[in-house]
T-cell receptor, first 112, second 111 residues
Framework: EPEVTQTPSHQVTQMGQEVILRCVPI?????FYWYRQILGQKVEFLVS????????KSEIFDDQFSVERPDGSNFTLKIRSTKLEDSAMYFC??????????FGAGTRLSVL | EDQVTQSPEALRLQEGESSSLNCSYT??????LFWYRQDPGKGPEFLFT???AGEEKEKERLKATLTKKESFLHITAPKPEDSATYLC????????????FGQGTILTVHP
């Protein structure tokens, strides 16, 4: 069973600091996503990425957020200046053109 | 705007007691309805994708069905290891991978 891999599993940061969350999508997938889940709330879409550019983003994904595929295997989410309300589980996901959307195990971000 | 509502919020069953979870949705041009299982502190684990009304899919003790307005996840003779949160999500329009999730149903199966 192919897997989406995320690192770190838990990230603790101070408010105002920059964080980078890392993901290795499934190797033959072309579509990449970030979602987040605040404790006790729904899983929410942040951004989708295809062909080296953002294809869609939600209202949550403001100028503090950015995504990058720096090489052929990694996909990153950067939060420029973290806020307390950014504390959440962040899930990376990937898919082929249709069918299953595979999720990683998540990175728990704690902003102090 | 796509919307997904799941019911009940929580469901407690005895081992072997079959039941169904409901997912009601509104979406502009359904591309897919997804069921996921989520264990505490973990990512959503894919179960099924349904594409059109009338479609059914099965996996072990789980069976998912789809109508134009809702989907059901039927659990037959559940076991304690089926305890988890079950998430329903839809994608619509031109946004295949942009999933709108429901709140989930927390299923607890007692031995």
């Amino acid at each position: 069973e192919p897997e989406v891999t995320q690192t770190p599993s838990h990230q603790v940061t101070q408010m105002g600091q920059e964080v980078i969350l890392r993901c290795v999508p499934i190797s033959n997938h072309l579509y990449f996503y970030w979602y987040r889940q605040i404790l006790g709330q729904k899983v929410e879409f942040l951004v989708s990425f295809y062909n080296n550019e953002i294809s869609e983003k939600s209202e949550i994904f403001d100028d503090q957020f950015s995504v990058e595929r720096p090489d052929g295997s990694n996909f990153t989410l950067k939060i420029r200046s973290t806020k307390l309300e950014d504390s959440a589980m962040y899930f990376c996901a990937s898919s082929e053109s249709s069918g299953r959307v595979y999720f990683g195990a998540g990175t728990r971000l704690s902003v102090l | 705007e796509d919307q997904v509502t799941q019911s009940p919020e929580a469901l407690r069953l005895q081992e072997g007691e079959s039941s169904s979870l409901n997912c009601s949705y509104t979406v502009s041009g359904l591309r897919g309805l997804f069921w996921y299982r989520q264990d505490p502190g973990k990512g959503p684990e894919f179960l099924f994708t349904l594409y059109s009304a009338g479609e059914e899919k099965e996996k072990e003790r789980l069976k998912a069905t789809l109508t134009k307005k809702e989907s059901f996840l039927h659990i037959t003779a559940p076991k304690p290891e089926d305890s988890a949160t079950y998430l329903c999500a839809v994608s619509g329009g031109t946004s295949y991978g942009k999933l709108t999730f429901g709140q989930g149903t927390i299923l607890t199966v007692h031995p």
